[in-house]
């Protein structure tokens, strides 16, 4: 299964996905992030896997960062993902996507992704059964790298 609305190749992003793992949805997304003194937003090219996702964040005005993040503690809502600080809502690219076809593609967001990030959920669960170490390792598997 897989749901292509942006070219994977349209930023050098798949090079952060771990080897191994197969892009399954490629789409554009508006990030906020929330900060103490506010918010900062943008938009990213997001690729997910079934492990986790990756996308790219901007530094000044020209260098990008890519981000690959596990699926684990993610909420999934009908056009959006949600971390405690950060926010990726899809957003249409009008270059390969009509408005009709992406209201079609947000109604079944959730429907898509929402079984991916719990069984991923279930996934860790089974691999380390006490709760705290499980938060203990959430927090260090942020996988960085410059793109």
């Given at each position: 299964m897989t749901d292509i609305y942006v070219p994977i190749d349209y930023t050098n992003l798949n090079s952060v996905i771990p080897p191994g793992e197969d892009i399954i949805y490629s789409t554009l997304c508006k990030v906020t992030q929330t900060l103490v003194a506010g918010e900062l937003k943008w938009e990213s090219h997001v690729l997910m896997t079934?492990?986790?996702?990756?996308?790219?964040k901007t530094r000044g005005r020209k260098s990008l960062k890519g981000i690959?993040?596990?699926w684990y503690k993610k909420r999934v809502t009908r056009t959006k993902i949600t971390t405690p600080?950060?926010?990726?809502?899809?957003?249409r690219d009008p270059n390969y996507e009509s408005s009709g076809a992406f209201y079609t593609r947000s109604q079944?967001?959730?429907?898509t992704i929402k079984p991916i990030v719990e069984a991923r959920e279930k996934e860790w669960e089974a691999k380390i059964p006490n709760k705290r170490d499980r938060k203990k390792l959430a927090k260090g598997r942020k996988f960085k790298k410059e793109l």
């Amino acid at each position: 299964m897989t749901d292509i609305y942006v070219p994977i190749d349209y930023t050098n992003l798949n090079s952060v996905i771990p080897p191994g793992e197969d892009i399954i949805y490629s789409t554009l997304c508006k990030v906020t992030q929330t900060l103490v003194a506010g918010e900062l937003k943008w938009e990213s090219h997001v690729l997910m896997t079934t492990k986790g996702f990756a996308y790219s964040k901007t530094r000044g005005r020209k260098s990008l960062k890519g981000i690959y993040v596990d699926w684990y503690k993610k909420r999934v809502t009908r056009t959006k993902i949600t971390t405690p600080l950060m926010q990726f809502k899809i957003k249409r690219d009008p270059n390969y996507e009509s408005s009709g076809a992406f209201y079609t593609r947000s109604q079944n967001f959730k429907a898509t992704i929402k079984p991916i990030v719990e069984a991923r959920e279930k996934e860790w669960e089974a691999k380390i059964p006490n709760k705290r170490d499980r938060k203990k390792l959430a927090k260090g598997r942020k996988f960085k790298k410059e793109l």
